[in-house]
């Protein structure tokens, strides 16, 4: 078949009412000389997409992830006796771990603990189902320290409360099992949990250090950065936009001068 401009508007739309899967990675498997004609004839194949009159939002493929993958992730986990606190799979880098960190997106379930719930599991049993001693709470509040997260006494009842428990148990006060970990409560009484304008100051120096801005190398470096940007801008990639960095994926991040 010779493509033509009027004959591939023609085809796209007849795909199109059919309820053909029109994104890009299906159709290059099912008709590529489509594809390759709409690029050579429009430019790209989203233009001809666009001039077909297809909002070309309707046909990019589904997100990969779901409330029913990620569910489908924890029950797996479970099975496989898996450790799912969130301090525990904040620091995976495998499907459960990118699961965890896709929970907190506003359209899924925005907090991990929903997602467990979602998935028929007790959040509060799971985060207090740990081999606890004087010695993990110590690391654990070192790891917090060390990842930026808060340690104020409220924001670890609420998003680790079998830290918290543990930390009170082993030590008789939570500031006791703080100075153990040789932390100053007095200064970390006084530390605000995220906020969008700290997650963008955050992401604006980390752009001035050099370090690459990429979504996998932040949620590796800089894991609680990342969960905050995810959670209160619904992906890194919106929170880096808004924090007006310049990136380029394989180049560093540099910081760009935002004209307002």
Request: proline share 3%; hydrophobic share 40%.
């Amino acid at each position: 078949m010779i493509w033509t401009k009027p004959r591939i508007v023609e085809e796209l739309r007849r795909l199109h009412k059919d309820g053909v899967d029109l994104s890009y990675g299906a159709m290059t498997k099912r008709k590529q000389s489509l594809v390759s004609a709409a690029a050579y004839h429009f430019g790209s194949y989203r233009q001809a997409v666009q001039r077909a009159e297809i909002p070309y939002d309707q046909v990019l493929r589904r997100p990969r992830w779901t409330k029913q993958t990620i569910i489908a992730q924890i029950k797996k986990a479970r099975r496989d006796g898996t450790a799912l606190h969130w301090s525990a799979v904040s620091k995976r880098r495998d499907e459960l771990g990118k699961a965890a960190f896709a929970s907190l997106q506003p359209r899924l379930f925005g907090q991990w603990h929903r997602a467990l719930h979602a998935a028929g599991l007790d959040a509060d049993e799971i985060s207090q189902y740990r081999n606890w001693d004087r010695s993990t709470v110590v690391f654990e509040l070192k790891c917090r320290a060390s990842d930026r997260e808060a340690l104020n006494s409220g924001a670890v009842q609420r998003e680790d409360p079998g830290l918290h428990a543990a930390a009170v148990r082993y030590f008789g006060t939570y500031d006791k099992a703080l100075k153990a970990a040789k932390l100053n409560p007095d200064t970390l009484r006084l530390r605000k949990s995220w906020s969008k304008p700290a997650v963008l100051a955050a992401i604006k120096s980390a752009g001035k250090r050099g370090t690459h801005l990429s979504d996998s190398a932040m949620r590796a470096q800089y894991p609680a950065l990342y969960g905050a940007a995810v959670r209160l801008f619904g992906t890194y990639t919106i929170a880096r936009s808004a924090a007006g960095v310049k990136f380029e994926a394989g180049v560093k991040a540099r910081l760009s001068a935002r004209r307002r």
